[in-house]
């Protein structure tokens, strides 16, 4: 069996999850994960699937050649499948240009590999401003660099909270 990663872009619109499922079933193949999401009139998605080696071809050509979707197919590797343990981590703050970067260059600069990243702005309305929000997921190794990883994270900002949450 293969395992893709499959990047999906196109505009928004209804069907769009149960046209690629109905591609994914017709070749046989499985649907293990994904992340799905709408973003400024955008769909975008990103999926991990499994298929026989006899039917990736024909899965990738009609992947690839969807009508008004952007297709990007990688293959991915089993072999990294070794398990360790997921932390999550919420950031929030004042939103400001360049929190991403500050977060993500923080942990960067310690070694930190993000398993999964999710942001967003809303309005706080008793402020008058806007607060940001990011939820991460990081691979993490032991207490010891969850406490850098914290210390890292806050010296950033005063106004910068992170919350750490380990399974």
């Given at each position: 069996m293969k395992q893709l990663v499959v990047s999906v872009i196109g505009k928004d619109r209804p069907g769009i999850v149960d046209q690629l499922s109905s591609l994914v079933v017709q070749h046989q193949g499985n649907w293990l994960a994904s992340s799905l999401t709408?973003?400024?009139?955008?769909?975008?998605?990103?999926l991990h699937l499994e298929v026989d080696e006899q039917h990736l071809d024909a899965?990738?050509?009609?992947?690839?050649?969807?009508?008004?979707?952007l297709v990007n197919?990688?293959?991915g590797d089993s072999s990294n499948s070794e398990e360790q343990q997921q932390v999550a981590i919420?950031?929030?703050?004042?939103?400001?240009?360049?929190?991403?970067?500050?977060?993500t260059q923080a942990l960067n600069t310690l070694g930190v590999s993000l398993s999964?990243?999710?942001t967003h702005v809303a309005s706080a309305p008793n402020w008058g401003g806007l607060i940001f929000t990011a939820n991460l997921t990081v691979p993490c190794a032991d207490d010891d660099q969850l406490g850098a990883i914290q210390e890292s994270l806050e010296s950033l900002a005063d106004d910068l909270m992170v919350d750490i949450e380990q399974d």
């Open positions: 709408e973003l400024a009139g955008q769909f975008a998605g990103i899965l990738s050509h009609d992947l690839l050649n969807q009508e008004n979707l197919i990688a293959e919420t950031v929030t703050a004042n939103d400001r240009v360049g929190i991403v970067q500050e977060v999964e990243i999710n």
